[in-house]
């Protein structure tokens, strides 16, 4: 069975900092792809990242950086010098190839960026 | 120029009711998906269709029947409406190739069951 953990429910920070978000997952295939959405108070969800399981270099988008460990199952994602627009509830997510690529989700981290 | 459109964005309807949601996509994809948000923002597949066939079926009652009359197209539709129906609905699509199946999320809609 898959798993993906978002411990942190809900994380406040000020303008300017940097904040990262936690994703640990759970899965018993070879390969498998890593996600990362983003939901703002709009309700939509918006496409951020995917990572497939054999590549493990960090990547880094803007203001935007994802870390990939392999060895303890975990794709954190890193928001520099936030901005109060990056208030939302960021999700990640993992997709299985062998079971109709379905995504299974994290429960989500609600980021509030306060001025 | 929307990519995944869903219609209604609001759905407010009473118990016992059927009702739909129809979603398109424009991206010329060959798997459609639907989930549903519960209230505490948990999001949970429902369905996936590729090429019009049902290839997920996430043990979801059997009020709820999806339609798909072409790869463009994934309806739901809902018999019975019961109060823990009420949700938000996402459609999403991709193209079903290792390397390219990055799946795209319509708006939403909001189905209250009153």
């Known amino acids: 069975a898959q798993k993906v953990t978002q411990a942190q429910t809900e994380i406040s920070v000020v303008e300017k900092e940097d904040v990262t978000l936690d994703c640990v997952y759970e899965?018993?295939?070879?390969?498998?792809?890593l996600f990362w959405y983003k939901q703002p108070p709009s309700g939509e969800l918006v496409f951020l990242i995917r990572?497939?399981?054999?590549?493990?270099q960090n990547e880094i988008s803007g203001r935007y950086s994802w870390n990939f460990q392999k060895s303890t199952s975990s794709f954190n994602f890193t928001i520099t010098a936030s901005q109060v627009v990056d208030s939302a509830v960021y999700f990640c997510a993992l997709e299985n190839n062998n079971a109709g690529n379905m995504l299974t989700f994290g429960g989500g981290t609600r980021l509030m960026v306060k001025p | 120029d929307t990519a995944v459109s869903q219609t209604p964005k609001y759905l407010v309807t009473q118990m016992g009711n059927d009702k739909s949601i129809k979603c398109e996509q424009n991206?010329?994809?060959?798997?459609m998906y639907w989930y549903k948000q519960d209230s505490k923002k948990f999001l949970k597949i429902m369905f996936s269709?590729?090429?019009?066939?049902?290839?997920i079926n996430e043990t979801v009652p059997n009020r709820f029947s999806p339609k798909s009359p072409d790869k463009a197209h994934l309806n739901l539709h809902i018999n019975s409406l019961e109060l823990g129906d009420s949700a938000v609905y996402f459609c999403?699509?991709?193209?079903?190739?290792?390397?390219?199946?990055?799946?795209?999320f319509g708006p939403g809609t909001r189905l209250t069951v009153l």
């Open positions: 269709y590729n090429n019009k066939e049902l290839i």
């Open positions: 991206l010329g994809h060959d798997t």
């Open positions: 990572r497939n399981s054999f590549d493990e």
């Open positions: 999403a699509s991709s193209q079903l190739h290792r390397g390219t199946d990055t799946q795209y």
């Open positions: 899965t018993r295939d070879t390969t498998y792809y």
